[in-house]
């Protein structure tokens, strides 16, 4: 699969996991909402329950920037399947300024932020490389 299909493929999913690595190596993998300008993937914290504010997935970028995020489709129809993922380095922003554009882009896609904005931080992947595959 070409990078430009790939990153198109990506962009339109709703959903995809984020897939991080502490300074030990120890993997951790999350779902995550998503907006994308280019080559760049944003996500911020919100306001759904969550056990700590602490969370491993901004610990462990703070630690290892690494980053891989992988969105999906899958169908029971094998011929429509597809997979993309984009390898690259992340980080943490926490200044309402630099925070402003990635969360008005996370509010028009998912209606939900218009209502209740996520407080942040957000994370920032500069995308490398985007590999995938497809069925057809």
């Given at each position: 699969m070409r990078p430009a299909e790939a990153r198109r493929l990506f962009g339109a999913a709703r959903v995809a996991r984020l897939a991080?690595?502490?300074?030990s190596g120890e993997p951790h993998i999350v779902p995550f909402t998503f907006a994308m300008d280019g080559d760049l993937i944003y996500s911020a914290v919100d306001a759904k329950p969550k056990s700590t504010t602490n969370l491993k997935r901004l610990r462990n970028i703070r630690e290892n920037p690494n980053v891989t995020a992988l969105a999906d489709h899958y169908s029971d129809d094998w011929s429509s399947l597809w997979w993309v993922r984009a390898?690259?380095?992340?980080?943490?922003?926490?200044?309402p300024d630099d925070m402003a554009r990635p969360l008005r882009l996370l509010a028009g896609r998912y209606?939900?932020?218009?209502?209740?904005p996520p407080g942040g931080p957000v994370i920032v992947i500069q995308v490398d490389r985007w590999t995938g595959w497809s069925a057809t």
């Open positions: 991080t690595t502490s300074a390898d690259g380095q992340a980080q943490v922003i926490e200044d209606t939900q932020y218009v209502a209740s």
